[in-house]
């Protein structure tokens, strides 16, 4: 059984910066290895959406647009972590963020019901 903590989150103003983690127990390396990462995000009265997405071998990653070119996600899976760094944040960015892994790719994956595992989430929250 895969567990999944998120930790990072915080307050920061627009402009800034936070990264966030997810760590993996609860399983091997290789099996870890098989499970493609997704950050999703819900703001209170919105649907959740993925934010981003990695495969396992760190070698396909996906965003939404909205956040393309402002956030990064990376793979150590030595350390079965995930990271989601934001960039530039603005206040649309507010929400909690969840990890969550799935053994689908990121292109068969894009909606929070393909997911098996998720974490229990990290509130970001972007103002003045």
């Known amino acids: 059984q895969l567990q999944l903590v998120e930790s990072g989150g915080g307050s920061v103003q627009p402009g800034g910066s936070l990264r966030l983690s997810c760590v993996a127990s609860?399983?091997?390396?290789?099996?870890?290895?098989?499970?493609?990462i997704g950050w999703f995000r819900q703001a209170p009265g919105r649907e959740r959406e993925r934010v981003s997405c990695?495969?396992?071998?760190?070698?396909?990653?996906a965003y939404l647009d909205s956040v393309k070119g402002r956030f990064a996600i990376s793979r150590d899976s030595a350390k079965k972590t995930v990271h989601l760094q934001m960039n530039s944040l603005k206040p649309e960015d507010t929400a909690v963020y969840y990890c969550?892994?799935?053994?689908?790719?990121?292109?068969?994956?894009?909606?929070?019901?393909?997911?098996?595992?998720w974490g229990q989430g990290t509130q970001v929250t972007v103002s003045v």
């Open positions: 969550a892994a799935t053994s689908l790719s990121c292109s068969g994956a894009v909606i929070g019901t393909s997911y098996q595992y």
């Open positions: 990695i495969s396992p071998s760190g070698g396909s990653t």
């Open positions: 609860g399983t091997s390396y290789t099996g870890y290895y098989s499970y493609t």
